[in-house]
C-alpha cells in the first residue's frame, strides 16, 4: 500500500476529520474548545472549522457569552450534510431506516415484497419508499448496511446459505453497489433469530474525504415487538 508523504493538504485532512470526529462525539463546541480537545492550535482550529463550514458539513448554531470579549461562535455538525440507510430483509417483508449523520433515524418504513424476486429491485423499491417518507433524496444517501438470514462470506461479502432466500447469492452485493452507486454492505445478526445487520465502524481511506460514515444497528424492543433500528456511527482511524 502506497504511504502519502506529510503534505499540507494530507495534514489539513487529518485536522478537519479530528474536528469533524469531536462535534459528532460532544455537539456543539466553541473554535476553542475544538482547539483544545483536539490538541489544535486555535488557529489551526480556526482553519479546519472554516473549511468545513465552507463544505457544508458544519454550521454556527449559537453564540456562548465568555468573562471577557466578545461572545464565541457555537459550531455543530449539519444533520442534513449525509444520511445513510439500512435494511433488514426477510422474505415476508422489508425494513427499511433512514438515519442522518448525527445519528437521527427519520424513518422506518416496511414494505412487502409482494414475491418480488430479483435482490435488486427489490432493495431498490424499498429504499426509494423510505426516502420518500423520509423526505430525503435517495441521491443524498451515502452508504447501505443491509441484513439477511444465511451466512456473510467475510471475504466477498455476499450473502450465503441463506435457506429462506435463494435469490441472494454471490453476485448480488456486486449488482447493489452497482445499481445505488454507493458503498454497501451485508451482515447478518448475532443475535438468535435476528437479521439486523451489524457493522462495526472501520478504519478510513487514507486521503478520502473528511466524511466518515458507517452504520450499525442495534435490537430493540418495543410493547408491539422487534425489529431494527440504525444508527449512524462515525468511523475511528486508529
Known sequence: MAVRPGTPSLLREINDRAALELLLAEGALTRSQVGERTGLSKVTASQALTRLEERGLVTVTGQQAGGRGPSAAVYAVVPSSAYVAGLDVAPEAVTTGVADVTGSVLTEVTVDPNGASNPVELVRNAVSTACRSARVRAGQLRAFVIGTGGMVDPRSGDVRLSVN?????????????????????????????CRCPRISPTRPRAGSAPWPT???SGCWRSGTGSGPRWLVRRSRPG
Open 165 to 193: 432466500m435463494p435469490d441472494w447469492h454471490e453476485g448480488v452485493l456486486d449488482a447493489l453497489r452497482s445499481d445505488l452507486r454507493r458503498p454497501v454492505r451485508s451482515a447478518t445478526c448475532r443475535s438468535p433469530g
Open 214 to 216: 458507517a452504520v450499525r
